[in-house]
């Protein structure tokens, strides 16, 4: 197969996963810490997973331009999750 089928079919996949799954409960994910509460396991079984897939994502984005914007995106939005879940579970155990 071809690399730029084998591209379009990678991101056929992870589009249709953002869209479907990633996307919707990472909304929720950013509700949730901006409401203060902490994350459970299952959520930080999800972002590890997410990040791993970042990793794909940033090697396509690299390929294709064109996804640099939404990649770009979606890593600020993982990122400030990430970071207000710290914020939240500091202030929980009086770190």
């Known amino acids: 197969?071809?690399?730029?089928?084998?591209?379009a079919a990678t991101i056929q996949v992870l589009l249709k996963r953002?869209?479907?799954e990633r996307l919707p409960h990472a909304l929720k994910l950013k509700q949730k810490v901006d409401r203060g509460e902490r994350l459970t396991d299952?959520?930080?079984?999800?972002?590890?997973?997410?990040f791993e897939?970042?990793?794909?994502?940033?090697?396509?984005?690299?390929r294709h331009p064109e996804l640099q914007d939404i990649v770009g995106r979606l890593t600020g939005l993982y990122g400030e999750i990430t970071r207000k879940a710290l914020e939240n579970e500091q202030k929980s155990t009086g770190a």
């Open 42 to 50: 299952f959520d930080m079984q999800f972002l590890s997973q997410v």
């Open 53 to 62: 897939d970042a990793g794909t994502a940033r090697k396509l984005a690299d």
């Open 1 to 7: 197969m071809r690399e730029t089928s084998k591209d």
């Open 18 to 20: 953002l869209n479907e």
